[in-house]
Nanobody
Framework: QVQLVESGGGLVQPGGSLRLSCAAS????????MGWHRQAPGKQRDVVAT???????NYRDSVKGRFTISRDNAKNTVYLQMNSLKPEDTAVYYC??????????WGQGTQVTVSS
């Protein structure tokens, strides 16, 4: 079993920054892919960024150049540094761990609100 615990969400003004963290516990394998997804009210959950065990990253177009995903394999933690935040970034952000088999674990989510 795997548990994912997110932290770092909150209220921030447009143009501000937040750093999300996701700590994973349980049976973590070095080749698991980790990532962040988000879901705004009334919308589907969309991928924000992913990172492989080897450090290869992928971002949705709307966050490229503003968000940075990173991971610390020794700490089983993945981070999402979010800069130049916009109101449209407001959502619940979920941490995701995907096994090589395709099995997926989700965190409970953390709210990010961008508003003046």
């Amino acid at each position: 079993q795997v548990q994912l615990v997110e932290s770092g969400g909150g209220l921030v003004q447009p143009g501000g920054s937040l750093r999300l963290s996701c700590a994973a516990s349980g049976s973590i394998f070095s080749y698991d892919t980790m990532g962040w997804h988000r879901q705004a009210p009334g919308k589907q959950r969309d991928v924000v960024a992913t990172i492989t065990s080897g450090g290869r990253t992928n971002y949705r177009d709307s966050v490229k150049g503003r968000f940075t995903i990173s991971r610390d394999n020794a700490k089983n933690t993945v981070y999402l540094q979010m800069n130049s935040l916009k109101p449209e970034d407001t959502a619940v952000y979920y941490c995701k761990l995907e096994r090589a088999s395709g099995y997926v674990y989700w965190g409970q989510g953390t709210q990010v609100t961008v508003s003046s």
